[in-house]
């Protein structure tokens, strides 16, 4: 009995460690392949994690929004005093809710829209996939509720309840837009935030809570480190938060080779030198292959970069892994395209460097060039190399469909006029302020139509003004 209880155990002990993940040593070389492939698969996560603990974990943080599940609205039009961020928008307030989901879902509500105004609250998950939308494109202009669920939630839905949307990660943010038909509109948008409502789904029904979820100890940001080996213990923390998706088993059992894998303890002191130094070589090939990628995102039209399919779902994004990094890199957060798309140019028709200081320009656009959206469009100037907005006499910072005394020809056409002095009398209301000296334009497509998205409708040429 003794034998064969020791063989019983012996046999235990060999299923049990062929249960467990197998160590395999890697060659330096093998480490950097490994890690510069990890690291463009990390970047865009690291990137959002970032945002994610200066907006709502980190309270000394200067851009410190809210807790989690607590609904922030930010009723501000921006104009050249705001530098946090370059290419501000003039066109819409924000709103935003950094959302917890380990203990229960997030019930979203928003209000009927009675003056066609636009609105989009958009869900962006730990990978960065636009996993859904709330809006007047996709859910359209009634009022409504909406339950955001992390992954394994297997509750029944509520009565009154339009929609279930589900999550793969325990943590998303909802960023919403509010458009401002101008400066005289900014009540009515403030009404129309002030019907935004987030609550625990427990509290919209008006029951007790579940147990609230361990405390995490979420990793101090630090834009050093990660930048280094120690990339490593970010991701894993991210990838403890994620339900693993089938279709990246095979890629996390590579990853692994360099100690990730989902909450899996990481101490950089104790990697071989020799490897450290490997895996960082493969962070700088990295960063190498995402900035040259950036260049890569899109295609020149009449001047304009138009940039498509590097903002989406899952399934869109589906191995797009580099796209994904290089798009986080060149702007964190974009829009699926069908909901917003973003020319820009610096150049004019005859490829020169935009420049107030030496040109007038005119933007014009036939009848049948009007930027065609079921929303509205805008176009941005901004200072180069800052790319702020500039203080103008008129406070005009973007022209847009939804500008006061916008002035169209007799046949439809429309001219914009886009210079440092103002081109006076009836051509004021068509006036962009320009900078004196290199500026970019940016134009911003607010739900476009469909049937412009493929071929994508392409932006006039900006002319030197005669």
């Keep these: 009995m003794r034998k064969l209880w020791i063989v019983f155990l012996a046999g235990l002990f ?18 950097k392949q490994v890690a510069e492939e990890a690291y463009i698969f990390a970047f865009p996560m690291l990137d959002n994690y970032k945002m994610m603990f200066a907006q709502a974990i980190f309270e000394g943080s200067p851009a410190y929004d809210a807790p989690f599940n607590t609904l922030k609205n930010k009723a501000i039009l921006l104009g050249p005093e705001y530098t946090t961020i370059v290419r501000p928008n003039n066109d819409t307030f924000y709103s935003i809710i950094w959302l917890d989901l380990r203990g229960e879902p997030v019930v979203l509500s928003v209000p009927a829209i009675t003056d066609n105004r636009y ?6 998950d730990l990978y960065t996939h636009n996993f859904d939308y709330i809006g007047t494109r996709s859910t359209g202009f009634g009022a409504g509720n909406y339950i955001i669920a992390g992954p394994g939630w297997k509750g029944e839905v509520p009565e009154g309840v339009a929609k279930v949307i589900p999550t793969e990660g325990n943590f998303a ?6 458009q401002v038909f101008g400066p005289d509109d900014v009540e009515n948008a403030v009404s129309v935030q002030q019907g935004y409502k987030a609550q625990l789904l427990s509290e919209y029904l008006g029951q007790e809570p579940p147990a609230a979820p361990a405390p995490l100890d ?4 630090s834009p050093e480190k990660v930048k280094t080996a120690e990339f490593i213990g970010y991701l894993n923390f991210l990838l403890g938060q994620l339900e693993p998706h089938p279709s990246e088993e095979a890629l996390l059992e590579k990853f692994a080779g360099i100690g990730i894998g989902p909450d899996r303890p990481f101490d950089v002191e104790k990697i071989d030198p020799e490897i450290k130094k490997a895996i960082e070589e493969g962070i700088a090939g990295a960063m190498e292959k ?21 903002f989406g779902t899952r399934e ?15 702007g964190l957060w974009g829009n699926t395209l069908e909901e917003a798309f973003y020319p820009e140019t610096s150049l004019d028709a005859d490829g020169e460097a935009l420049d107030g200081s030496k040109h007038k320009y005119v933007l014009h656009f036939e009848a049948d060039e009007i930027p065609p ?21 008129i406070n005009r910072y973007v022209i847009s469909s939804a500008t006061e005394g916008l002035r169209y020809e007799e046949d439809g056409s429309l001219n914009v006029y886009i210079q440092k002095e103002t081109p006076g009398g009836e051509m004021t209301s068509n006036w962009l302020p320009a900078h004196d000296g290199p500026f970019s334009l940016q134009a911003r497509l607010y739900w476009p139509e469909p049937a ?8 006039p040429a900006v002319n030197k003004a005669e």
């Design 373 to 393: 959206v079921k929303a509205f469009w805008s176009l941005s100037m901004y200072k180069l190399p800052e790319q702020l907005f500039i203080e103008n006499e």
């Design 173 to 178: 943010v909802a960023l919403g837009r509010t």
């Design 218 to 221: 979420f990793p101090v940001y």
């Design 316 to 330: 869109a994004m589906q191995g797009k892994y580099l796209v994904r990094a290089a798009a986080a890199y060149f």
């Design 452 to 459: 412009q998205l493929n071929p994508l409708y392409t932006m």
């Design 14 to 31: 060999l299923t049990l460690g062929a249960c467990q993940p197998k160590e395999v040593e890697l060659t330096p070389e093998q480490a």
């Design 119 to 124: 609105y989009s609250f958009q869900l962006i």
């Design 290 to 310: 995402i900035e040259a990628k950036t260049l890569e995102l899109g295609e020149r039209h009449n001047g304009w970069m138009q940039i498509t399919g590097v």
